[in-house]
């Protein structure tokens, strides 16, 4: 059984906190909110408890998690050594949506790292999070908290759907914000190199510390199954099958136009998964629109992009239609995510 507790977002009650952290404690399972997703923690530094997360969610051993702290001071828990871009970036962005890899203490677990010299480490930003990993005295270990291969959930009722019954407890504190997973910045090389673009937008970073490179992130690319085997292949996918249209916003939408045209001439129910003023050129057609709000607004896009995924799948469509964002600030996570969700790219 899966126990759901409610609690206040901005003010979570002591005493429910307290109540998963026992669980924590006694190396069980708490799935909770952090601003970017939903997590699944364990005790990091405890091996059975991170066993666990690996067989929950139907994980692979060779994709590592993310320790999450209460403080830029607690990453000394897991890090050998904080560099002092770390303390630099920290400022502008802990608590927040960007992980740190880092060289690993040997006291981690090599499950939690895959067994890999490094640590990724975050500070999430959101009360919830942050009381858990106080309560709990311990780092917390925590992947989305989907079933691998699933879209990220950015609410309780989507950890639900995936984990019902294989995990001890969800923290539920509504919806999160950010809904693309943190930025995960690797600082052992330098320039610091991005391996997942995520929450904080490559033009923040480089507005404080200077360039940064950017991993080859291609779902195909091998080079990448060195060095953090987790970012590898399709990874976000939604049951549908998903066609991104990359390109000009005016092209990309008579593209998809066509399509939809297509697919309903085959008989088939198409969803569209786009901006609101998107939605227009498709008034003749009975698609299902899930608006993940104005183009202009890349964070409301990127808030609402897993919950429309899954919505379009709960309307049992059996074609997702989308489109690019652009590369800037948010663009690139979105950009990313749908890459991996994608089918088909035109
Ligand atoms: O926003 C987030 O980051 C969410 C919330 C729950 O904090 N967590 C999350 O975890 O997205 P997960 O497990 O779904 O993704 C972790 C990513 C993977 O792509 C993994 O390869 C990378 O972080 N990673 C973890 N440890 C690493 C390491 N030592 N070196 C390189 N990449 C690492
Ligand atoms: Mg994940």
Redesign the pocket.
Known sequence: MTQLLTLSPQNPSLELIRQASAVIQRRGLVAFP?E????LGANALDEEAVAKIFHAKGRPSN????V?VASVEDMKLVAAEIPPVVSTLAAHFCPG?L?F?LP?LSQVPASV??G?E???V?V?AHPVALALIRESGVPIA????NRFGHT?PTSAAHVMDDLNGRIDMILDGGSTSVGV??T?L?VTYTPPMI??P??VAREAIEKIIGKVTLRNNRPDSDDEAQ?????LGKHYTPNAELILCKGEKAEALEKLLDLAKQAQTEGRSVGLLLAEDDLHIFNSLSCKAYPLGVSADLESIARNLYAGMRALDDEKVSLILTRDFGAHGLGLAIHDRLLRAASQII
Request: neutral net charge; proline residues 12%; glycine residues 10%.
């Open positions: 952090t970017t997703v939903y997590g994709d590592p998690l993310i999450h949506p992980t890899v690993k790292t895959s890999l490094t640590v990724a975050r999430p925590a992947p989305s908290a990220s997973e943190s995960v690797d391996l997942r995520g929450g060095v953090s085997p987790g970012l």
